[in-house]
């Protein structure tokens, strides 16, 4: 085997080492954001159904809990024209 030839395929296998820790460091800082993002979401939807229940309380209206796929999403009864 030519000394070139061994001395290419260690610098394609340094750089494909490379590319793979930048591509793994990418994937965990993506992950990061969503844990981030879904903790930021739940809060939200907490708050959500909380000023809910208390525009209900105050309208005098029912509130009503729909669960979905992703959690509980709060919906107002008797206040359509506030849409």
Do not use: C, H, N, P
């Not at 590319?19 to 959500?48: N, P, T």
């Not at 525009?55 to 209206?61: E, F, N, P």
């Amino acid at each position: 085997m030519d000394s070139s030839r061994v001395l290419l395929a260690l610098q394609e296998q340094e750089k494909w080492r490379e590319r793979r820790k930048r591509v793994e460091e990418r994937l965990r800082q993506i992950q990061s954001r969503r844990r981030y993002f879904a903790k930021e979401l739940e809060s939200a939807r907490r708050k959500l159904a909380q000023f809910g229940a208390l525009l209900a309380s105050l309208k005098g209206g029912a509130v009503e809990a729909v669960e979905d796929r992703e959690g509980v999403e709060t919906r107002l009864g008797g206040l359509g024209s506030l849409r």
